[in-house]
């Protein structure tokens, strides 16, 4: 894997992964709609619109593998959504199967699932329950990933990345951190590994409180270093000065499940 491009390299975690990746492979190629502000001179950066495709077959352009990150990273109208999320991660795959490109890391999301009750322990394999716009549009990107994988011969590995950060910052986050030390030994099994044809993994680090069976990553030679409880007193510190949230601190999505929220909440418990 020599040529690999970034996608969404100027967001927050494109801005971590660009430094942890760079030794890795030095043959790095970043991409966003806009320039990081802080590029350095050894980096290269090609600006592309993931909506319109002959933008994306450009930046596609003689890569072997693709961390795809980009488009948008939280909820959003739906016609932002629209055009980044779904017309641009179609764009994505298909500019990569028409440019020959081997493997593709998608970066899904654990709001692909985020309408699980938090006691409910999820493997990789049960029905996407979305709890956003957002969430949709990473299980569209999941089900993208599985055709040009079945059908194409393209090898995808999607990461349902709970959240990134130096250190969980309240109660849901000792599930579902992930330190980006960890994210990048997963997207390594993604670009590298041979066993890979179609795979969908969580992306956690090593959670006491894990709600998910991540154990095709540990079969796939993950050791993740991260351990949420190590902050456990300083994230539920945080925890403790936030406003209840009864429907979001029951569901695994969070504040993703109460924003908008007008459905049946009489089925959660009282408190
Ligand atoms: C995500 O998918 C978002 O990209 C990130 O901004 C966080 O909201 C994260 O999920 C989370 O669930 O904490």
Redesign the pocket.
């Known amino acids: 894997m020599a040529r690999i491009l970034l996608t969404g390299a100027a967001g ?2 494109g801005t971590r992964l660009r430094r942890l990746l760079k030794p890795v492979y030095p043959d790095l190629r970043l991409s966003d709609i806009r320039k990081p502000a802080d590029l350095a001179d050894d980096e290269t950066f090609v600006a592309a619109d993931l909506a319109r495709i002959e933008e994306v077959e450009r930046i596609v352009d003689g890569i072997d593998g693709i961390v795809h990150l980009g488009g948008h ?2 909820e959003g109208p739906w016609e932002t959504i629209l055009q980044s999320n779904i017309i641009g991660c179609y764009n994505l795959f298909e500019a990569a199967r028409r440019k020959g490109v081997e493997r593709v890391v998608f970066a899904s ?3 692909a699932v ?1 309408f699980y009750p938090r006691h409910h322990r999820i493997g990789t394999d049960v029905t996407v329950r979305p709890d956003s716009r ?1 969430g949709v549009s ?1 299980a569209f990107g999941e089900a993208l990933g599985a055709l040009y994988a079945e059908k194409h011969g393209l090898r995808v590995l999607c990461l349902r ?4 950060g130096d250190r969980p910052i309240d109660k ?2 000792l599930s ?1 951190w992930i330190s980006p030390e960890d994210l990048v030994q997963l997207i390594r099994i993604g670009l590298e590994h041979p066993q890979v044809r179609f795979e969908i993994l969580y992306g956690a680090s090593d959670n006491e409180r894990s709600w998910w069976d991540n154990h095709r990553a540990w079969e796939l030679g993950y050791r993740p270093t991260g351990r949420a409880e190590d902050w456990r007193e300083e994230a539920l510190a945080a925890q403790a000065k936030l406003p209840s949230d009864p429907i979001g601190d029951y569901f695994q ?2 504040s ?1 499940c109460s924003a908008e929220f007008d459905g049946d909440a009489s089925r959660l418990p009282k408190a």
């Open positions: 927050d975690i990273s939280v999301s654990n709001h985020g957002y990473k990345i709970g959240n990134v849901r986050r579902i999505g969070g993703f």
